[in-house]
């Protein structure tokens, strides 16, 4: 079992930036592709940004290319998203995942571990 915990978020205001961090422990972190999903209120979880085990290669959603960005510390076990030029848009429920298979995926299937997720509002 790999368990993930979720920190940071909160409330900011369009324009701002605000980073997410998800802690791992249980197994071998740098086996997994890690990615972050959203989910905003009446919708469908939805791919961010995923980042392979070695982090040499990421993947992001066309609609926060540019100013999302997903990196990991092997040594610590940790995954950041870091989001700048927040839009109320980007509201919602960030939740990050763990891939076994070490290989970049946009569908939630793809993945087999779960953090419990971190509220993030933009506010206009």
């Known amino acids: 079992q790999l368990q993930l915990e979720e920190s940071g978020g909160g409330l900011v205001k369009l324009g701002g930036s605000l980073s997410v961090s998800c802690a791992a422990s249980?197994?071998?972190?740098?086996?997994?592709?890690m990615g972050w999903f959203r989910q905003a209120s009446g919708n469908q979880r939805e791919f961010v940004a995923a980042?392979?085990?070695?982090?040499?290669?990421?993947s992001y959603a066309d609609s926060v290319k540019g100013r999302f960005f997903i990196s990991r510390d092997n040594a610590r076990n940790r995954v950041l998203l870091q989001m700048n030029s927040l839009k109320p848009e980007d509201t919602g429920v960030y939740y990050c995942?763990?891939?076994?298979?070490?290989?970049?995926?946009?569908?939630?299937?793809?993945?087999?571990?779960w953090g419990q997720g971190s509220q993030v509002t933009v506010s206009s």
């Open positions: 249980g197994r071998t972190f740098s086996d997994y592709a």
């Open positions: 980042i392979t085990g070695s982090g040499k290669t990421t």
């Open positions: 995942a763990a891939n076994p298979y070490n290989s970049i995926s946009s569908g939630p299937n793809g993945y087999n571990y």
